[in-house]
């Protein structure tokens, strides 16, 4: 194609570029234009995006929606609502536990009917134990698994009543001779309190099975036994008087875990084992300290004390002296039988 010839204002001859040639060279600087252009930066998804907007010094990040930060502060106000919520409940539930459950009027009877809650939860815990983990269990018959699951009941009392009454007897100073403001037949606290009526729930508890099973869980001696300890814990944690010599005596259950266990190994068949053997050793020992020397230490020290006994009431004086001596009479005529089953077992032995 012919280009077309032009006048410049000069007078000299012009050559008009074609259209052709101007298409192509716009296309060339379209294409330079566009490859010099900066590319917009890519689109950031929800997951990269920051929950809190903008960071300082960087502004290449963008903020959230508007939509996602409403979650965010709805979220987080849920988790504060919750947070206080639980506050409050605990408040309340210590608020429930120290003005109403360990309060002075009414801690005697929740502690009691605790301490038959604690049996029953106890009493269920062994039998669901038992029937898992030892395969004689179900071997045994009614009465049988009725005497195992109250004898792993008594077990954990006897460990809960022992930790007690060394703590409050050895450990704390509400019975130290130190102290001076009071008896030490007159001396208590909501927690000793609470002690006794957890043995009340448990001896009440215990006192009805046997009766109920009679003569399969225990013979008069039992039954005379628990009504004993029934009354004088009762009285003790009623009144408030004598608790120093009932947690004393409440000691001597430190014997009941090692009789229970010998009685499992009897019944398991492991009456020959060396673990029958040493068991029996730890009960004369255990049985030795805290059933016959503990009650010497007993009437002992009410001999130095006397003058603070004779401030008692008439019925916590009486049963001072009753209730020891009598429980004293009980562990001297059992530890005479584990002496003639110590030497049975020692004579099969050799």
């Known amino acids: 194609m012919v280009a077309a010839i032009r006048r410049s204002a000069s007078g000299t001859r012009v050559r008009a570029p074609s259209t052709a040639g101007m298409q192509e060279r716009g296309k060339r600087e379209r294409i330079k234009i566009s490859g010099t252009r900066s590319r917009r930066p890519p689109r950031q998804t929800r997951l990269h995006r920051p929950l809190l907007g903008f960071r300082f010094g960087d502004s290449s990040v963008v903020p959230p929606p508007l939509r996602c930060r409403r979650r965010l502060l709805s979220s987080q106000l849920r988790c504060e609502n919750l947070v206080m919520a639980l506050k409050f409940y605990r408040y309340q539930a210590e608020l429930l536990v120290k003005d109403y459950l360990l309060a002075g009027p009414y801690i005697s009877y929740t502690s009691v009917l605790g301490g038959i809650f604690l049996c029953k939860m106890a009493y269920d815990f062994t039998q669901f134990i038992s029937s898992f983990y030892f395969k004689g269990y179900s071997s045994l018959t009614k009465i049988q698994r009725i005497d195992w699951n109250n004898r792993g009941m008594s077990s954990i009392h006897a460990i809960f009543v022992t930790i007690m009454s060394i703590y409050l007897v050895f450990c704390s100073d509400l019975f130290s001779d130190n102290s001076i403001s ?169």
């Open 182 to 350: 009071l008896p030490i037949t007159f001396r208590s606290s909501c927690l000793s309190t609470f002690g006794l009526g957890v043995s009340v729930g448990y001896f009440l508890a215990d006192l009805a099975m046997i009766v109920w099973s009679y003569p399969s869980l225990g013979g008069m001696e039992y039954v005379l036994h628990h009504t004993l300890s029934v009354i004088a814990v009762a009285y003790t944690m009623l009144s408030g008087e004598g608790q120093f010599y009932t947690y004393l005596v409440l000691i001597s259950e430190i014997t009941t875990p090692g009789i229970n266990l010998r009685w499992f190994l009897d019944n398991a068949g492991m009456k020959r084992s060396k673990a029958y053997l040493v068991n029996g050793a730890m009960v004369f020992l255990s049985w030795l300290v805290a059933r016959i020397l503990l009650f010497i230490y007993l009437f002992y020290h009410i001999f130095l004390h006397y003058g603070q006994v004779r401030q008692m009431h008439s019925f916590g004086y009486l049963l001072i002296f009753v209730v020891p001596s009598a429980l004293a009479i009980m562990n001297m005529i059992w530890f005479g039988k584990i002496l003639k089953g110590l030497r049975k077992a020692l004579n099969k032995g050799k």
